[in-house]
């Protein structure tokens, strides 16, 4: 227990709680001066708040004042010499972006919305119809900026009992709350993964009710609050709440298909679901790389499409591995996520997931290390990582083996990449130099030739190294009836 979440505990049972000993930042000083003079109300809210009472490093300042945030914010602008100003004035927000962090400010609003439309009529208001339009009861805490309530604590929710119970809980009826913004029903869950709380049940029951109306929220905005329960400490806790609460199918329908247990007579395979979320965690505890976390999530997408049952072998998933891979684009382009080098890093570790598994199962051939080092280039590590990850058995023995197995490979990669340098290995001649050895121009015997190079690099036939490799394709040309030119003769 923190600090701070013992201070509550002891202060919670009190009609006001004063926190001006956390408003250390200068601008909290200078709002409190600026509406001194102009007799405005101004107080700190949402995030920052929360943060503070959870003793968690704070981001971002947001400041609502009873009045014109416009006006607000650029009284502060001019106080603080080389901050920046930017107006929204279409929301009627400005932010001020001061040396260390950003504040934004915004004048206190009523939201009423229309059951036809997304877009709230909007109103100016008091703090407490701002604190109605919040998300949640640790969401709508605000912290006075007049001088003589300066700190005080303003909680019309309850707010900082749920902190210290850990409940994420909307200020009014759920139904209300998530209808009105059903990206609110995200936050929910993005907020009871990243803080390891508990979604209250009533709250949790709106957000089962609700869960269709997530189709009017745009993607980018899905995305966002996905990317945040991805990098969170525990992610599956957010996966199996969106399972949980119907949303997942309008999200991830592929990790939806995961669930479930197909039985033939005695013969069941795993839940691929629950797999799933055990390597996504397991990859969590050693990686912060949102996208080797994206790839243990989708790793096994390919199952649902290749399930046989085979009288022999039982249940089995042929090609899993390349029916993914060939699945993540079409995800990563639906969910709008990065299409560049993130798709193609996230595509070769489900395509190779299987690799160094089957590799540690047979004798470790340095012809099988090479190519593996060569397709897997610097992601190598990342797929050790996913692969070693992806051993769930529950058989003790099994787990052992393999992970004695993983080492060897680690060993022969080790080994093999100091001798040869495989990783971004690029073919020691490339296929223009081909081309001016034997005067070809671009036709199909460039490729063969430089396959055939990169197969004898990779099988250990030669060594990566260029005069070897001119050699090589030589004696390769000859049996083309092809002779170099002049300038190679000597190192046939
Ligand atoms: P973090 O910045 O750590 O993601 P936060 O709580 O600061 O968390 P923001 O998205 O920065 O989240 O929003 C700031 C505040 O604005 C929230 O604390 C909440 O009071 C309010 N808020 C943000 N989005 C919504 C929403 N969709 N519905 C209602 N209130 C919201
Ligand atoms: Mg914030």
Same mark, same amino acid.
Do not use: C
């Given at each position: 227990m923190t600090e701070t979440t013992d201070n509550i505990q002891q202060q919670s049972g009190q009609q006001t709680m004063n926190l001006k000993q956390y408003l250390t930042h200068k601008v909290f000083n200078v709002v409190s001066d600026i509406i001194a003079e102009s007799g405005q109300q101004a107080y700190v809210i949402g995030g920052y708040v929360r943060d503070i009472l959870l003793a968690r490093k704070s981001k971002d300042i947001d400041i609502v004042v009873v009045g014109s945030g416009i006006e607000l914010a650029t009284a502060v602008h001019k106080v603080f010499k080389g901050s920046r100003l930017s107006v929204f004035k279409s929301f009627g927000t400005a932010m001020v972006k001061l040396r260390d962090t950003e504040v934004e400010f915004v004048g206190a609003r009523r939201e009423s919305y229309q059951h036809d439309s997304r877009k709230p009529i909007v109103e100016d208001g008091t703090l407490e119809d701002d604190q109605n339009r919040r998300d949640f009861t640790i969401n709508a805490l605000a912290i006075d900026l +007049? =001088? #003589?309530?300066?700190? #005080?604590?303003v909680d019309p929710f309850g707010g900082l009992y749920d902190l210290d119970d850990l409940i994420i809980r909307t200020p009014l009826e759920p139904g209300i709350t998530f209808s009105d913004d059903p990206l609110r029903m995200m936050r929910a869950i993005r907020f009871a993964t990243q803080l390891g709380f508990d979604i209250e049940p009533e709250t949790f029951d709106g957000i089962v009710r609700m869960a269709s109306r997530i189709e009017i929220i745009s993607m980018e905005r899905i995305t966002d609050e996905l990317n945040?329960? !991805?990098? %969170?400490?525990?992610? %599956?806790?957010?996966i199996k709440l969106? #399972? =949980? %609460?119907? *949303?997942?199918?309008y999200i991830l329908p592929e990790i939806q298909a995961l669930k479930g247990v197909d039985r033939v007579g005695q013969r069941g395979h795993k839940d691929n679901f629950y797999h799933s979320l055990q390597v996504l965690d397991t990859v969590s505890q050693k990686s912060d790389n949102l996208w080797l976390r994206w790839a243990a999530l989708l790793h096994d997408i390919g199952k649902p499409k290749t =399930? +046989?049952?085979e009288? @022999?072998?039982?249940?089995?998933?042929?090609?899993?591995?390349?029916?993914? !891979?060939?699945?993540? %684009?079409?995800?990563?382009?639906? *969910? @709008?996520?990065?299409?560049?080098?993130? *798709? @193609?890093y996230v595509e070769k570790l489900v395509e190779l997931h299987m690799r160094p598994i089957v590799l540690s199962e047979d004798e470790v051939t340095d012809s099988a290390v090479r190519r593996l080092l060569f397709e897997a280039g610097d992601d190598v590590e990342d797929l050790m990582c996913l692969c070693e990850s992806d051993i769930t058995s529950k058989n003790e023995d099994k787990v052992q083996r393999f992970l004695r197995n993983f080492k060897i490979v680690r060993r022969k990669m080790k080994e093999i990449e100091e001798k040869d340098h495989i990783r971004n290995f690029q073919p020691p001649v490339s296929g223009e130099e081909i081309m001016s050895m034997f005067n070809l121009s671009p036709s199909p015997m460039v490729g063969i030739l430089k396959n055939a190079l990169k197969d004898a690099v990779l099988d250990g036939i030669i060594h990566n190294d260029y005069d070897e490799a001119v050699a090589f394709l030589?004696? *390769?040309? @000859?049996?083309?009836?092809?002779q170099p030119t002049k300038k190679y003769e000597q190192q046939g």
């Open positions: +007049r =001088k #003589e309530y300066y700190g #005080e604590l945040k329960i !991805m990098l %969170s400490p525990v992610p %599956s806790l957010g969106l #399972e =949980k %609460s119907g *949303l997942l199918p =399930k +046989r049952y009288e @022999k072998q039982g249940w089995t998933f042929h090609n899993h591995n390349f029916v993914g !891979m060939k699945m993540v %684009s079409a995800i990563f382009r639906r *969910l @709008k996520l990065p299409l560049g080098q993130e *798709l @193609k030589i004696n *390769l040309a @000859k049996e083309h009836d092809m």
